[in-house]
């Protein structure tokens, strides 16, 4: 029988009201926030629930920008609240959790290793540290490459300040290091044809840099009460398997300062016999990053984008039948857009296990941000009539209009603009330039523009853009015609 893993992402696991639609199915959703609600008002943060349950949440960048502590309980809650669905509701029975930096906080939570409210403290207790002892300026640096090319590259430059702080796959990896020195690698690497993204993160996370923090960290979080884990953990910081008292001790001091080696993490899992994975949190980030590290196996992602109670259940029941049980959580196995697609290249990841050009203390690659408000639209808007598409009116001929259309303007391969790539979080593409794009397909399409001051970064992947078009007016034929 083949077992199943738990992967608890990072930073960029959030999108507005990521819970709202599995809270109104499922009771344990908000029985799980009303007591973290409380954890988090205790420790000076805002309720999570404000973040997860409203669609109309503040989106992940306003969230780094402005609140990265509250953002850092939501993605706590959100992560603590879905484990619970998926083990309590559904019978899902882990053989071992794994985090992907931060995460690696929540999956300690989910083992049993702290309580709720503990787990909470721990989530503040980082970021008090932080407060206490501010690091010097540095940065990160994604890489499209292995981690031992990347090594190579450094060693070769001579920029020993910079270093590996997260192998995410085997063709990506992230580097971190100070200002000055980063920024002279990541020119080299572009010189060389590597792919190299700057990230949008204050601090060089996952580097010595942070000895302080991590130091002022492990001593808020030794106050703290833990408990025998429930669950086997890998820690992917570590390097091994959680089995004693002072690897809690070990993991809270190094999450800071140690890079994060998810690709040997999900290899040595894997060995162990574990052949399906299951995201918990927002989005499927770590599950596009398993897929490319060892082809073949399942991944699911539940809440890749909103998600109610049945679909969730749909999730589950896909993950148990790749274990070869019979447990019939809900309903038939669901159809494979749930699960990630090896054939995907995935966003680069910054080492907190979201994939995305945004984090604020330590959290996240080149790509991060979905959500309605965010990126990762659960659905896209029903269409009015479908807008005119070379080829037929349907939304599949739409949707490959747009990446036509896309793939020039930035110059990307047409295939990297799959139909639920995010634009900001998967491809870097801030939210002026969205607004340009949509215009140029608006234009295209003879259609009239929304209304100034819309959001069109709520519709970031091709399959939303094309809904939304479809609800757009026409222009009448004397503008269609100006615009021609």
């Given amino acids: 029988m083949t077992d199943c893993a738990v992967l608890f992402p990072g930073q960029g696991a959030y999108f507005p009201g990521a819970l709202a639609p599995l809270a109104d199915d499922e009771p344990l959703v908000r029985e799980t926030l009303e007591v973290l609600d409380a954890a988090a008002v205790r420790v000076g943060r805002t309720a999570p629930s404000r973040l997860l349950l409203d669609e109309r949440a503040p989106s992940l960048a306003e969230l780094v920008t402005t609140s990265p502590a509250d953002l850092h309980a939501a993605l706590f809650a959100a992560g603590t609240a879905l484990f619970r669905v998926l083990t309590e509701r559904h019978g899902l029975r882990p053989s071992v959790l794994v985090g992907h930096s931060f995460g690696e906080l929540v999956a300690l939570t989910a083992a049993g290793v702290f ?3 503990e787990g909470m403290a721990l989530v503040a207790a980082r970021d008090d540290a932080f407060a206490a002892c501010p690091p010097a300026d540095g940065g990160m640096v994604a890489l499209d490459v292995s981690a031992t090319r990347a090594a190579a590259l450094l060693d070769g430059l001579g920029e020993w300040e910079v270093t590996l702080a997260a192998d995410n796959s085997p063709r990506q990896c992230v580097v971190s290091g100070p200002a000055e020195p980063l920024e002279r690698v990541r020119g080299a690497a572009a010189m060389l044809g590597i792919g190299a993204t700057r990230l949008r993160v204050p601090y060089a996370f996952h580097h010595r840099m942070l000895a302080p923090v991590a130091g002022d960290f492990a001593g808020r979080a030794a106050a703290l009460r833990t408990g025998p884990a429930r669950h086997a953990l890998h820690s992917a910081i570590l390097g091994r398997r959680l089995d004693d008292e002072d690897a809690v001790a070990d993991l809270v001091a190094a999450h800071l300062v140690r890079p994060t080696r998810f690709t040997e993490a999900v290899r040595g899992v894997h060995a162990d016999g574990v052949d399906v994975f299951v995201e918990c949190g927002p989005r499927g980030v770590l599950s596009d990053l398993v897929a490319a590290t ?22 589950v029941a896909d993950a148990v039948a790749g274990m070869g049980a019979g447990m019939g959580a809900g309903g038939a196995p669901s159809p494979l857009p749930r699960t990630s697609d090896p054939r995907r290249p995935p966003g680069p990841v910054h080492p907190s296990g979201a994939s995305g050009v945004l984090g604020a203390s330590g959290v996240l690659g080149v790509s991060g941000t979905h959500g309605d408000r965010d990126g ?17 009116g349907d939304r599949h001929g ?47 399409y003879g259609r009239v523009l929304p209304a100034e001051g819309s959001r069109l970064t709520s519709y970031t992947t091709l399959t939303a853009l094309a809904g939304l078009l479809g609800t757009l007016p ?3 034929a004397s503008a269609a015609e100006a615009t021609a």
């Fill in 294 to 315: 060892v082809p073949g196996v399942r991944v699911i992602a539940p809440l890749r984008r909103r998600a109610g109670g049945r679909e969730v259940a749909d999730a």
């Fill in 398 to 444: 739409v949707v490959e209009t747009l990446r036509a259309l896309y793939a020039e303007a930035l110059g990307y391969p047409p295939e990297v603009l799959t139909e639920d790539a995010d634009l900001e979080a998967d491809l870097g593409v801030d939210s002026i330039k969205q607004t340009e794009l949509f215009a140029r397909a608006a234009t295209h």
């Fill in 115 to 117: 309580g709720p409210e």
């Fill in 376 to 392: 990762h639209l659960a659905e896209a808007p029903a269409a009015a009539p479908a807008p005119r598409a070379a080829g037929g």
């Fill in 474 to 476: 026409a222009l009448d």
